[in-house]
């Protein structure tokens, strides 16, 4: 998934869960929880877990995804893919070593 410079929108709340929805760079929609945020060299980082949505109804769950946050003057909150594999891989690292959670690559399955 490439999803590059994407405004964060739609936000929900599901079963306390923080919703919110990206578009691809080809206009397809993608459903992501907030799962937590990390901070590492002035840069911050949300780790979010795709889900997928029938209506109000979260159905299932996908893969995790790590994106770079920032902000621009107005307050709106945009995601980034993170193209650094080093960075990449030091943020999954802080992420699973705050608990038994593993990040995989865009290609590789989650076993739930």
């Known amino acids: ?3 590059h410079n994407h405004e964060h929108e739609h936000e ?3 079963e306390h869960l923080e919703a919110f929805t990206l578009f ?3 206009g ?3 459903n992501f929880v907030l799962l937590g945020e990390l901070e590492r060299e002035n840069n911050q980082y949300w780790v979010c877990e795709e889900i997928f949505v029938e209506g109000e109804e979260i159905t299932d769950f996908g893969e995790l ?5 920032s902000t621009d003057e107005e307050g709106n909150i945009f995601l980034d893919t ?3 594999e080093n ?3 030091e943020v999954a690292k802080m992420w699973e070593d705050l608990g038994d959670f ?3 690559d865009e290609d590789e399955n989650i076993d739930n």
């Open 1 to 3: 998934m490439h999803d």
């Open 12 to 14: 929900h709340e599901h």
């Open 24 to 26: 691809d760079e080809e």
């Open 28 to 30: 397809k929609e993608h």
């Open 65 to 69: 995804y790590i994106f770079k946050k």
């Open 82 to 84: 993170i193209e650094d």
């Open 87 to 89: 960075e990449f891989n």
């Open 102 to 104: 593993e990040i995989l």
